[in-house]
């Protein structure tokens, strides 16, 4: 009985711990009123993208159940006017952001798989003394830079010129071209970690390769990993936003960058401005709020910038 309840202590103090850690967290996190506002807004156009099917109706994207004039400018019906065939510029943006944003997290969750994997096994094995683990870090750095070397606009937009327009494509186009710079900060960071006591003592008792990375690494880079994620997210629908603003988007779905692309291309000047403007404004808030999240967490979770 003894083991047991020395276990069920042990796990007791562990959480009791972490729930400790979370509330101090929230509380240095409430102190920066840039991140709450950035908060109070990404919770805001979260709750807007959940409910689009109870906000407006899914018939109002489509052309045929239009009943509006065309570049009408805002009425009781259709507060911010109509497009070019007819339809809610509202509806279209309350719906567009489901797909931006579900681009902007899908993408960024790829982006950032491939650069912590390849950031934490680089980091790893560079800071080994051997001559396969400083070709391992060689490799995965040489490739690294290649992808930092080439414009991101270019290279994505020849992958979504040939693999074709779809949501799928712009999610694996976005997220396979963006995470070097992640796998950069990361390898920084973990070739830091692998310098401490803690490691050398876990290689020391037989630790293998695997569960030092994933055990040891992976937790104390966690922390910047997740202050990158949000400010990823960012550049992540605005690079949604170019490609479906050139044409390179799934025209079968209503996002943002399809909204400005449909506006620009119909010449919005004559017609309704809300239609190129709504999403514009959108896309420049949401931006800003992850940026302000992302920024607050980087103070919150880094301890030289909490200090300062």
């Known amino acids: 009985m003894t083991a047991p309840t020395a276990t069920t202590a042990g796990a ?11 509330a101090r967290f929230w509380v240095r996190y409430r102190k920066d009123r840039g991140g709450m506002t950035g908060l109070a807004v990404l919770l805001f156009m979260i709750v807007v993208a959940l409910a689009a099917p109870l906000l407006a109706s899914s018939r109002g994207l489509n052309p045929i159940f239009a009943t509006y004039p065309a570049n009408a400018g805002p009425g009781w019906h259709y507060p911010l006017g109509t497009d070019a065939d007819g339809r809610s510029v509202l509806t279209e943006l309350i719906w567009g952001s489901r797909i931006s944003l579900l681009i902007g997290f899908a993408a960024t969750l790829l982006s950032m798989v491939i650069g912590a994997l390849i950031g934490i096994v680089a980091g790893h094995f560079g800071a080994l003394n051997g001559w396969l683990g400083r070709q391992t870090d060689n490799l995965l750095m040489r490739i690294t830079d290649w992808f930092l070397v080439v414009p991101f606009l270019p290279l994505a937009i020849v992958l979504a010129r040939t693999l074709g327009p779809s949501l799928h494509v712009i999610i ?7 995470w070097p710079g992640t796998a950069r900060i990361i390898r920084a960071q973990a070739l830091a970690v692998e310098a401490r006591p803690y490691l050398e003592r876990a290689r020391v008792l037989g630790a293998g390769h695997w569960h030092q990375m994933v055990k040891h690494v992976l937790p104390n880079v966690m922390p910047l990993l997740l202050a990158n994620t949000i400010l990823t997210v960012a550049g992540t629908i605005l690079s949604e936003t170019t490609l479906s603003f050139l044409g390179l988007g799934d025209p079968t779905r209503a996002s943002w960058g399809e909204m400005l692309n449909a506006a620009f291309s119909s010449g919005v000047g004559t017609g309704n401005v809300f239609w190129l403007l709504a999403p514009g404004i959108a896309i420049i808030v949401v931006v800003m709020a992850f940026t302000l999240v992302g920024h607050a967490l980087e103070a919150v979770l880094n301890p030289k910038l909490r200090e300062r």
Do not use: D, M, P
């Open 172 to 178: 694996f186009v976005i997220g396979i071209t963006s």
């Open 12 to 22: 007791r103090r562990v959480g009791h711990s972490r729930g400790q850690a979370l």
